[in-house]
């Protein structure tokens, strides 16, 4: 499965982006994905999963109520729309997928893509 992901820039802090992950290769509506990142000298951490129906989601505390995952197993694509940025978000956002049940753990995810940055400036 190769994953492309878009939609990353600099904002400002309380604005919006909405980052995009296309899939291709396999049955992406098989699959469970989710958006992990990674700040400058941190370690990669978890930040959303969505299982393949859409039904289950689940999120960082540090992101609820700010983000949310969604998918268009239509269009093998998964997004992750983000509200009311801090500068705390400005991080590389990696899309990933496995095939299994939603989990928040990086090292269970198989496929990844090249990352795209998020900047938010104050």
């Known amino acids: 499965v190769q994953l492309v992901e878009s939609g990353g820039g600099l904002v400002q802090a309380g604005g919006s982006l909405r980052l995009s992950c296309a899939a291709s290769?396999?049955?992406?509506?098989?699959?469970?994905m989710a958006w992990f990142r990674q700040a400058p000298g941190k370690e990669r951490e978890f930040v959303a999963t969505?299982?393949?129906?859409?039904?289950?989601?689940y999120y960082a505390d540090s992101v609820k109520g700010r983000f949310t995952i969604s998918r268009d197993n239509a269009k093998n694509t998964v997004y992750l729309q983000m509200n009311s940025l801090k500068p705390e978000d400005t991080a590389v956002y990696y899309c990933t997928g496995r095939d299994g049940v939603i989990t928040t753990l990086g090292d269970r995810y198989e496929w990844w893509g090249q990352g795209t940055q998020v900047t938010v400036s104050s």
């Open positions: 290769g396999r049955t992406f509506g098989d699959y469970a």
């Open positions: 969505i299982d393949w129906s859409g039904e289950h989601l």
